[in-house]
């Protein structure tokens, strides 16, 4: 009966290995780099399964889904005679957690009615009102949008002949 393994009394392997004759290679360069490349020495792709420890490897998708909560900033310009001006459609999930507004140029005769308010359809003011022409103001609302939804900027001039302010929004989720 022949013994299905032998024992050539290997201590170990060598830094890099060949998968079969003339079959890919790993090469460990170092003890802590490992390259996977083919028989012509050009790297190769490695398949993995998507990672359960804090010290594994993850896939694309699962880097795809933490993409998603990143914080993002808009940032729209809107004049005194502006009107609506849609700053974007969110995704369902998508939180706004910061509106602030800022004059960019001087807002000639504004007066107490002159006001610029972000929100939606259901709320026009949902996540800002009280905009001040003299100076910057931020609210952070922390709106959670369960649904797509169209988040736009209302100016309504007042007394206002002229002037531009910048709408900037944080937000995570999608904004388009």
Do not use: C
């Amino acid at each position: 009966m022949v013994d299905s393994v032998k024992n050539y009394g290997l201590a170990g392997v060598s830094a890099n290995v060949e998968l079969g004759k003339q079959g890919a290679q790993i090469i460990g360069s170092d003890s802590s780099v490992i390259s996977l490349v083919d028989k012509d020495g050009n790297v190769e792709i490695a398949a993995i399964a998507n990672g359960t420890a804090s010290s594994h490897a993850v896939t694309k998708a699962q880097l795809d889904d933490i993409v998603t909560p990143k914080l993002s900033i808009s940032k729209t310009t809107v004049a005194y005679n502006s009107g609506t001006t849609a700053l974007g459609t969110t995704d369902s999930n998508t939180i706004v957690h910061s509106v602030t507004i800022e004059k960019a140029t001087n807002w000639s005769s504004a007066d107490s009615s002159t006001e610029i308010t972000v929100g939606d359809s259901g709320d026009v003011d949902r996540l800002f009102a009280g905009f001040d022409h003299t100076s910057q103001v931020k609210i952070e609302p922390k709106h959670k949008y369960t649904s797509a939804t169209t988040i736009n900027a209302i100016v309504t001039a007042g007394g206002a002949s002229s002037g531009t302010a910048t709408v900037v929004l944080i937000y995570s989720g999608n904004l388009s």
